[in-house]
């Protein structure tokens, strides 16, 4: 699986961030999300696709 992530699209939620805190921070700044990894570490994937799913900007999309 690839994460992509649009943060021109994000509302910084932080919906992504508790859904799946080893694939996704936030910026200090203004609470824009950012990308930890580009693929999910072995066993995350399923909060990967919760993240992606709970995203109320629908700023994360998936590639299996």
Same mark, same amino acid.
């Given at each position: 699986? $690839?994460? #992509?992530? #649009?943060? %021109? $699209?994000?509302?910084?939620? &932080?919906?992504? =961030?508790?859904?799946? /805190?080893?694939?996704? %921070?936030?910026?200090?700044?203004? &609470? !824009?999300? =950012?990308?930890? =990894?580009?693929? /999910? /570490?072995? &066993?995350?994937?399923? %909060?990967? $696709?919760?993240?992606?799913? =709970?995203? /109320?900007?629908?700023? !994360?999309?998936?590639?299996?």
């Amino acid at each position: 699986m $690839r994460i #992509d992530l #649009d943060q %021109d $699209r994000c509302v910084a939620s &932080g919906q992504c =961030v508790l859904a799946a /805190p080893d694939a996704f %921070d936030q910026r200090e700044e203004d &609470g !824009i999300a =950012v990308l930890l =990894v580009e693929e /999910p /570490p072995a &066993g995350a994937e399923e %909060d990967v $696709r919760q993240a992606a799913t =709970v995203c /109320p900007a629908l700023a !994360i999309r998936l590639a299996e």
